[in-house]
């Protein structure tokens, strides 16, 4: 099952690590991994993406709580709380193909952020599932990379994450 | 401004510290300069390791933060041993290493190594210093952290131009520590506690299976009254020894892979297990799915990380184990639960216990068997030394047939099984209980892992005693190894080993040696009377084997050897 863990920490040097290595050694793969500063800029906000029984992932988040520099581990519940990451594609593009493209380009709601002659780069935000759908879409023009940021989440409504 | 060096010092008297002990190298020069005029004792080891278990025996035996120091690269690397055994023992340590200056981290340059990465996942936190005027506040909380919650070793990894640059420092308004992550949970909740005491009331056959988290957090009394109270019998782990008195008829002695027959049996068919400071670690459990199948299990622990870690729990209280039992106590008494209730189980453990005791057995050989030392090591000491051990057949033979009677007078390395922990760590033990006899109890090969710091002993004159129960044998391995390999006996004979007394001798300490159990009794007498250093060197027999056990994966029932089933 997936969980998502948003973990408020100290913006020090080293958290990361920390938080990684535990994973590592409690044997858990993460999916996804995003870190950005938070309104406090003395506070990072770290949302991991995890594959795991409900029993491990609580004895895992009991461990991050040791962590000295973990402040607040919420495991995010699908319904309450909203997600997204943004996805950057290099598909390869010919004359023949750019309008295709476009068009699914523009029912997913992404954006054409460069052009050359042979490729372009498309910009995507969105859920899991629509990012996997314009993936699966521009796969047969060619895809020569994909950069993703890794999921982000926050809680829905009045409540803190 | 003061030299940030000079300003540890104060931060050190301002903490308690008393002694330190490392080695000095490049990075820590300024360290060591100020040591000199420092009001402290400062040990010189022989090797980092030695310094960093004699900083867990000082801890375990005082219940204060032990310090030790070492240099960058090679100095902090050889401390990693004694830092993870810290961790996995949940011991007060503050590790300060010297790093190499702040221009040229990260440059591979001369004794460089990333001790803050390399150290990760053994300490209870870390810190590399890279502003000089944030370090009084790190160290402050370094001592913070080691101490309270569940103990742990803390690293400070400090740059060598850091140690000398200029800070302030006001010892009587000393800065606010800031740790908004860090809130240990030390009042339990009154509605579990309530549960617990009602579960404890209408058990039938309840047990109390408590660690090491009760020497920590100074509960024994409370154990004790508890115990006493609800007449429930007792049985610790390896860590636990001395948190209840094994001279106690309640007492069942240490439970698990090596523990007595009565107190696996008991463990077994209880109704209940009362757990506190205490983490169902595999040593002590046994197969987790055959782990006292019918009972109740209320698990006490500071650490909520620990609650449901290894096997399901009905009852879990995260708390201070002296704060919860105290209270629990309150409540039980509210119920005034019968104790005429539990007859028919103190009868049935009372009979496990007449039926199995542990062996004590004599060689028909003439030999020295290794629980007649321990037995007259008892004897002679009335029980009231402080005992260290190392790691293997001594350390089970210690556990099973020392009965420790007091908390923080049984100091093993109980997690990680350090060979080479027992002696250092007495060394520290002896500084921290000057009035107490300290004695490791040791085997060859565990010995041989730190033995320089005889050198150490002697020139402080540290009168710690060592008894070496000396079979030339890695005897624990070599013991699987007849049990589980077919007797191929691969790289455990050590019989290629130095004469010890004479390796005694010639760092300036005593040495005596014992071949016949009856030279066993005048040698103790004599080793123990000294005030110098002794080393004691028993030839025991050399295939003995500790039971009973346990084979690796099997229930705690199911046990081999020791008195019959």
Known sequence: MKHTLSVLVENKPGVLVRISGLFARRGFNIDSLA?????DPMLSRVTISVDGQDQPIEQVTKQLHK????????????????????????????????????QVVEIFRAKIIDVSASTLIVEVTGTKDKIEGIISLLRPFGLVEVVRTGKIAISRGRKRT | MKVAAKVMMEIFKNEGVEVVFGVPGGQVMPLYDALMDADLLNVLTRHEQGAVHAAD??????????????????GATNLVTGIANAYMDSVPMVAITGQVRRPVVGTDA??????????????????????????????????????????????????????????????????????????????????????AARALAEA???????????????????????????????????NGKGLFPEDDPLSLGMLGMHGTRYANYAMTNCDLIFAVGVRFDDRATGKVETFAPGAKIIHVDVDPAEIAKNLAVDIPIVGDAK?????????????????????????????????????????????IMPEFVIRKLWEVTKGEAIVTTEVGQNQMWAAQYWLAKHPRRFISSGGLGTMGYGFPAAMGAKLARPDLTVVDIAGDGSFQMTSQELATCVSYNIPVKVAILNNRYLGMVRQWQELFY???????????????????????????????????????????ASDAPALMDFRIKREANVWPMVPAGSAISDMLGGGEA
């Open chain 2, 110 to 195: 001369f004794q460089e190594a990333d001790t803050f990465g390399i150290t990760l996942p053994v300490v209870k936190h870390s810190y590399l210093v890279t502003d000089e005027h944030e370090l009084p506040r790190i160290l402050h909380e370094a001592f913070y952290l080691a101490r309270t919650g569940r103990p742990g070793p803390v690293l400070v990894d400090l740059p060598g131009d850091v140690a000398t640059a200029l800070i302030d420092y006001d010892p009587d308004n000393p800065p606010k520590l800031n740790l908004p992550g860090y809130k240990p949970t030390v009042k339990g909740h009154p509605r579990q506690i309530r549960e």
């Open chain 2, 323 to 367: 704060w919860v039992l105290g209270s629990l106590i309150d409540e039980l008494r509210k119920l005034d639960p019968s104790p005429e209730r539990h007859l028919p189980w103190m009868r049935q453990v009372e009979d496990w216990k007449q039926a199995h005791p542990l062996p004590l057995r004599e060689d028909p050989d003439g030999e």
């Open chain 1, 35 to 39: 870190v950005g500063e938070t309104e």
């Open chain 2, 204 to 238: 039938q056959k309840p047990m109390i299976y408590a660690g090491g988290g009760i020497i920590i957090s100074e509960a024994s009394d409370e154990l004790r009254e508890l115990a006493a109270y609800a007449h429930i019998p007792v049985t610790t782990t390896l």
């Open chain 2, 486 to 528: 077919d007797k191929r006996y691969a790289s455990t004979c050590i019989e290629c080993q130095p004469d010890f007394v004479k390796l005694a001798e010639a760092y300036g300490a005593q040495g005596f040696r014992a071949t016949r159990p009856d030279e066993v009794e005048e040698v103790l007498r004599i080793a123990l």
């Open chain 2, 57 to 74: 025996g000082y801890a375990r035996a005082s219940g204060k933060v032990g310090v030790c120091i070492a240099t960058s690269g090679p």
């Open chain 1, 67 to 102: 962590l000295i520099n973990v402040i607040k581990i919420t495991d995010l519940d699908p319904n309450s709380s909203v997600t997204r990451e943004l996805v950057l594609i290099k598909v390869h593009a010919t004359s023949e193909t750019r309008s295709e493209i476009i």
